[in-house]
């Protein structure tokens, strides 16, 4: 697969749009830009947060407000960090449930947590 099939975007509907882009940037250390586009669709318009296409994000990363009530739930996201006790730290400090605190892992050492909507939010340092 060449770069022309990568996964550009992860979107997640939440049930709180505040609470949720509260966590993820107090919590999980991302830089959320609020924004609110008009239209119909529902992927594309609305209340949401998200990383900046033109801040040279590999993966865009977008939080949207429910427009019917029904959030994203049990899915898993991973981000890299540069140093996994601080950035454990961070999400304690924040609030998030743990699901395990960092531990080494084939790929590096994790941790991983849960969001209010039931996603699974995994922290990883590479080796």
């Known amino acids: 697969m060449g770069d022309d099939h990568r996964l550009v975007a992860v979107v997640f509907e939440v049930s709180?749009?505040?609470?949720?882009?509260?966590?993820?940037?107090?919590?999980?250390?991302?830089?959320?830009?609020?924004?609110?586009?008009?239209?119909?669709?529902?992927?594309?318009?609305?209340?949401?947060?998200?990383?900046?296409?033109?801040?040279?994000?590999?993966?865009?990363?977008?939080?949207?407000?429910s427009k019917d009530g029904q959030a994203t739930a049990r899915a898993q996201v991973s981000f890299g960090v540069d140093d996994l006790d601080e950035a454990h730290r961070r999400a304690l400090s924040a609030g998030v449930e743990v699901l395990h605190d960092p531990k080494s892992q084939p790929w590096g050492r994790s941790a991983r947590y849960r969001d209010p909507d039931g996603n699974v939010i995994e922290l990883t340092q590479s080796p």
């Not at 830089?31 to 590999?58: C, E, N, Q």
């Open 16 to 65: 709180d749009l505040d609470r949720s882009t509260v966590l993820y940037q107090d919590g999980f250390g991302l830089s959320l830009h609020p924004s609110d586009h008009h239209g119909d669709d529902r992927w594309t318009s609305g209340r949401h947060a998200a990383t900046s296409w033109t801040d040279g994000a590999f993966i865009h990363f977008a939080l949207y407000q």
